[in-house]
């Protein structure tokens, strides 16, 4: 039984532009009772051989309930009490400490990646960590149960993730990170959220009301920073590429960017662009300097228009305070954001990303060098 009955009000097969809408979460309250609790005490509670686990992603990384998880199985090994064993963790990108994928926790815990980040890449080359080649749009239904009663493909015992504090009316918001997160805690039996004080709230989708929740787990911590934005001290070659690209771009046009320092370098050389949309599953700090401009105003798309939609994003400080309670920005899940039927409603679509290899046939290659796994699928897609 899931923890919100119908979670969004969206279709994603009509055509029409006026039905595609961001999709919302319904305001109705839940009927768990969220106990505040310290980081230990709830993973404790939640916790036990044998669970599924999801971990919210990108900045959103609940660094200080994953390290109470860690934290439970050297606890036990010190007692000598039985340890926590064949946890099954997953997630798309993190940014911080995934310790849980060091050898001494093989017992206790076995991570899957939807999409692999620098922290994860040595562990998945080891085999100790797994990647799953995936669309991000399409990991939500590995959450969902199947038709027929059949169980889900990965089901979520125990969501973790950050939240941003509850507004008066009691509701938190999944801040940086909606993508995956959103559907993930609406599956989840039990959910245990760090409510950080320095998580943005943003609008969109995100919202989630405490009686969603069952544990609320209060610690503050500055979100990760990356460096993702206008390109500093990069070497001449990307920064003339960036350029080149930016010169391809028709003014009115809708913007997808990856993460890397093409797109990066692309976004600083559109100062002199007018009415350009963003429709991304992902943004850095690059956007907010063509928001200033005038340059990124979304008057000609056609779904949420005057918005940015965006699924999650990373950057640096001056990124969250500005999607902070910011009504421009409109977060969605992913399966919302990347669908093709979606997308196609947006004038001029152009997806700006980075490749690993191209052979002498034209295929791309984004998330792989050989046999060595980099990154992930994430929004890359087939067109129809």
């Known amino acids: 039984m899931t923890r919100f009955g119908r979670l969004f009000h969206t279709s994603t097969t009509t055509a029409s532009a006026a039905a595609a809408s961001v999709p919302t979460l319904l305001p109705s309250a ?221 003014d009115g046009s809708t913007l997808q960017m990856g993460i890397g320092n093409i797109p990066d370098a692309v976004l600083a050389s559109l100062t002199g662009h007018k009415n350009l949309g963003i429709h991304t599953e992902m943004f850095a700090n690059g956007v907010v300097d063509l928001v200033r401009r005038g340059v990124v105003t979304n008057s000609l798309k056609k779904v949420a228009p005057g918005h940015i939609v965006a699924s999650f994003l990373c950057g640096n400080k001056e990124l969250y305070d500005f999607v902070d309670d910011n009504p421009l920005i409109r977060m969605a899940p992913a399966s919302f954001v990347n669908d093709p039927a979606i997308i196609k409603q947006n004038p001029r679509v152009v997806a700006i990303n980075s490749a690993v290899e191209i052979d002498l046939t034209g295929q791309v290659c984004a998330d792989s060098a050989g046999t060595r796994v980099i990154s992930g699928v994430g929004g890359q897609m087939v067109p129809e």
Not at 38 to 54: E, L, R, Y
Not at 107 to 136: C, E, K
Not at 147 to 164: M, T, Y
Not at 165 to 189: N, R
Request: hydrophobic share 40%.
């Open 30 to 250: 839940g009927h768990r009772l969220a106990r505040p609790s310290t980081g230990p005490a709830a993973v404790a509670a939640a916790i036990t051989s044998g669970s599924h686990v999801f971990i919210h992603g990108t900045s959103a990384f609940p660094q200080h309930l994953v390290d109470c998880m860690v934290g439970l199985v050297d606890d036990q090994q010190q007692r000598g009490a039985a340890t926590l064993r064949n946890v099954e963790l997953c997630h798309i990108h993190v940014e911080g400490n995934t310790s849980y994928s060091l050898p001494q926790y093989a017992h206790a815990f076995h991570t899957t990646n939807f999409f692999v980040g620098a922290n994860q890449r040595a562990a998945v080359a080891q085999g100790t960590s797994d990647a799953v080649p995936i669309f991000l749009s399409e990991i939500a239904q590995l959450f969902r149960p199947q038709q027929h009663n059949v169980p889900p493909r990965f089901p979520v015992d125990v969501a973790l993730v950050s939240v941003s504090p509850p507004d008066k009316h009691g509701y938190c918001s999944l801040g940086t990170s909606v993508d995956i997160a959103v559907e993930a805690v609406q599956h989840a039996q039990v959910v245990i959220a760090q409510v950080n004080a320095h998580m943005p709230r943003t609008h969109g989708s995100g919202l989630i009301h405490t009686s969603n929740m069952d544990y609320l787990v209060r610690h503050d911590a500055p979100l990760p920073v990356t460096n993702s934005g206008a390109p500093h001290g990069v070497d001449t070659v990307v920064q003339r590429i960036g350029a080149n690209v930016a010169s391809l771009i028709e």
